[in-house]
């Protein structure tokens, strides 16, 4: 149930379109769809802001296009994430207004709702190898309705490159810092800038980083205050996060 259905509900109560005992037996009907292998749940939309979002990567085509079927027509806001080409394209057979966003891995309704925040969150990346996980959670933070901007490219073997944007880092509400190797750039960041930092490991680099291991534990580490640090590639997590924090 999304906050604008529940509204209309009390709004029909409220003007006797719907009796007490129909109001009552509505809101306690649990809030879960069953569809056999998976188990809905309709009311996170109320608690947390944002329907549920499906997690592709596990999942079978059709297992992702029965969910995404279910989700839009309750009519929720589509998201999935670390989708492939194959679960897009059982997803646009049930649903053909989906779009498929290549780089970032995400399935979305064809349109994004209009921003229910002002501030705005910026994704920095470290390189270029690290813009899957911004475009992930650039996708994502489009779907929550916070402003987004990104600046890419400006890890430390260059950090001319980072201090020449600072103030477009000055401007930022939240700040998502994305990188491998040895994840420095979160550190750097994180003692420039007075708003909270989200630090999202990569599991780009050669083999010491261990799959983004080393990058984990060197954000993990850091002296620079008013970092935080997501699981490695979460960058629908990083987002969530942000958009959380993005309160103005």
Known sequence: ?????????????KTGELSESKIIALLSQPPIDEIGFALLDRHRELRKGFPEVIYCEGKTPEQVAAIAAKITANKHRLLATRATPDHYRAVQKKI???RYHQMARCI????????????????VTAGTSDMPVAEE????????GSPAQQVNDVGVAG????????????????????AGMEGALASVVGGLVD???????????????????????????SCASGVTVVNIDN??????AAHTMNKT
Do not use: W
Not at 167 to 178: D, F
Not at 198 to 204: E, F, L, M, R, Y
Not at 235 to 240: E, I, K, L
């Open 96 to 98: 053909r207004k989906a």
């Open 108 to 123: 979305t309704l064809d349109t994004f709702p209009e921003p229910i925040r002002t501030g705005v969150v910026t994704i």
């Open 1 to 13: 149930m999304t906050k604008d259905a529940l509204k209309e509900l009390l709004k029909q109560y």
């Open 137 to 144: 959670a650039l996708i994502t933070l489009k779907c929550l």
């Open 159 to 178: 950090i001319h490159r980072l201090l020449d944007k600072a103030e477009v880092l000055s401007n930022a509400s939240v700040i998502i810092v994305i």
């Open 235 to 240: 960058g629908f997590g990083a987002a969530f």
């Open 195 to 221: 708003v909270p930092v989200i630090a999202v490991p990569t599991s780009v680099g050669y083999g010491a980083s261990f799959k983004g291991l080393a990058a984990l534990l060197a954000m993990l580490n």
